[in-house]
Nanobody, 123 residues
Framework: QVQLVESGGGLVQTGGSLRLSCVVSGRTLRNVAVGWFRQAPGKEREFVTAISWSGSSTRYADSVKGRFTISRDNAKNTVYLQMQSLKPEDTAVYYC????????????????WGQGTQVTVSS
């Protein structure tokens, strides 16, 4: 079993920055890949970014490339999502999710999910 807890959400103005954190815990964390997804009101959940256990493999949605950066500190069991140049369309509940081994952009391929953290970007 893997547990995930997100934090760092909040209200920010257009063009601002936020850093989300996802603390991962459980018996076996080696080889756990972590992804970030988001869901805006009335919209389907969408992939944002993902990172492998080693950090050597990352994947980004086109909508966030160049603005968002995913990283991880395995000594702290934490995955970070640095968000810059935020836009109103980035407003959503952001979830981190975990699966073993490879990164994926498909939400259904993740086995464990956090409770989410709200990000609101005002115009």
């Amino acid at each position: 079993q893997v547990q995930l807890v997100e934090s760092g959400g909040g209200l920010v103005q257009t063009g601002g920055s936020l850093r989300l954190s996802c603390v991962v815990s459980g018996r076996t964390l080696r080889n756990v890949a972590v992804g970030w997804f988001r869901q805006a009101p009335g919209k389907e959940r969408e992939f944002v970014t993902a990172i492998s256990w080693s950090g050597s493999s990352t994947r980004y949605a086109d909508s966030v490339k160049g603005r968002f950066t995913i990283s991880r500190d395995n000594a702290k069991n934490t995955v970070y999502l640095q968000m810059q140049s935020l836009k109103p369309e980035d407003t959503a509940v952001y979830y981190c999710a975990a699966r073993y081994f490879t990164v994926s952009s498909i939400g259904d391929e993740y086995d464990y999910w956090g409770q989410g953290t709200q990000v609101t970007v005002s115009s």
